[in-house]
């Protein structure tokens, strides 16, 4: 039960996790609709061919990986905004010179 606990607590709680949810069903749902456009394109058969497979093979892991990329900058720069903002309230914690 602490495991949970903190694995909630980390996420920001319920509203966090459902958050995530939601953010992961719009990416699944964009991925699918965006692959889909590009890739399929015979609609005679009930089976994907070959090469609309590949395509979807290949359309989701670049849709994964490019996602997976922005996240990580809007990290980075999440960090160095948190990092300068504690730098500026450190510098307005210091007494001025000669108080």
Known sequence: QTRTMDAIGQSGGVQGIKYN???MAKLYDALSKSCFKKC????SQPDLAVGELT??????L?????????TQEM?????LEMQQQQALQQMGQQKPFGS
Do not use: G, Y
């Open 62 to 70: 670049k849709f994964i990986e490019s996602a997976q990329a922005v």
């Open 40 to 43: 399929v394109t015979r609609f």
């Open 75 to 79: 990290q980075k720069a999440q960090e």
């Open 21 to 23: 949810m939601r953010a």
């Open 55 to 60: 395509c979807v093979d290949r359309c989701t």
